[in-house]
């Protein structure tokens, strides 16, 4: 299945990132992977995030998005905020 594209955003350094539309399965999935792993919230959050996000045409993983700069992780973290 194709993801539709919910936001194309330009970040620092000319990066390119891609945000997809998600779905009520990406979300149950990001809270499943999070309970498995011990985790909270925030890793349920980062988990989706990984789901839905490209930069520069490539999937990132939650190590790589805790290591963006601020500013970055702040555009990123915004469009989710405004999905919910």
Same mark, same amino acid.
């Given at each position: 299945? #194709?993801? =539709?594209?919910? =936001?194309? *955003?330009?970040? !620092?350094?000319?990066? =390119? ?7 009520? $399965? +990406?979300?149950?999935?990001?809270? #499943?992977? @999070?309970?498995? !792993?011990?985790?909270?919230?925030? $890793? @349920? *959050?980062? !988990? /989706?995030?990984?789901?839905? *996000? $490209? *930069? +520069?045409?490539?999937?990132?993983? @939650? $190590? #790589? /998005?805790? =290591?963006?700069? /601020?500013? +970055?992780? @702040?555009? /990123? ?8």
């Amino acid at each position: 299945m #194709e993801r =539709k594209v919910l =936001k194309e *955003i330009t970040l !620092s350094k000319g990066r =390119k990132a891609t945000v997809y539309e998600g779905t009520g $399965e +990406d979300f149950l999935t990001a809270l #499943e992977i @999070a309970q498995a !792993s011990g985790g909270g919230f925030k $890793e @349920a *959050i980062l !988990s /989706l995030m990984e789901q839905l *996000i $490209e *930069i +520069d045409g490539r999937r990132v993983t @939650a $190590e #790589e /998005l805790k =290591k963006l700069p /601020l500013q +970055d992780f @702040a555009v /990123l973290y915004a469009v989710f905020q405004q999905t919910g």
